[in-house]
């Protein structure tokens, strides 16, 4: 399974950004992370087929995730950003099976959030 990460690019601080990610084949549950140079990728945000959704602490109330299961598509609505929201984005996709499960990753998309 191949994703293909869009949407970032450099907002203010205040506004707003919606990430997309297409995964060429279906996954269960779709997740978003984010780096910053140096530091290792953080979890953000996910949901699975059924749904339901999980969010950090530092973005809740602030991100949404979304997905349209018929196009394998998840969506990261991103408002009220911050600077520390600047970073490099992931998208992370994770197939359940009967031995266990695999992880497929986008390619990321920077987001960068200006004062």
């Known amino acids: 399974v191949q994703l293909q990460a869009s949407g970032g690019g450099l907002a203010q601080v205040g506004g707003s950004l919606r990430l997309s990610c297409v995964a060429s084949g279906s996954v269960n549950a779709m997740l978003w992370y984010r780096q910053y140079p140096g530091l290792a990728r953080e979890w953000v945000a996910a949901?699975?087929?059924?749904?339901?959704?999980n969010y950090h602490d530092s973005v809740k109330g602030r991100f949404t995730i979304s997905r349209d299961n018929a196009k394998n598509t998840v969506y990261l609505q991103m408002n009220s950003l911050r600077p520390e929201d600047t970073g490099v984005y992931y998208c992370?996709?994770?197939?359940?099976?009967?031995?266990?499960?695999?992880?497929?990753w986008g390619q990321g998309t920077q987001v960068t959030v200006s004062s």
């Open positions: 949901i699975n087929s059924g749904g339901a959704t």
């Open positions: 992370k996709g994770v197939r359940v099976m009967a031995r266990g499960s695999s992880d497929f």
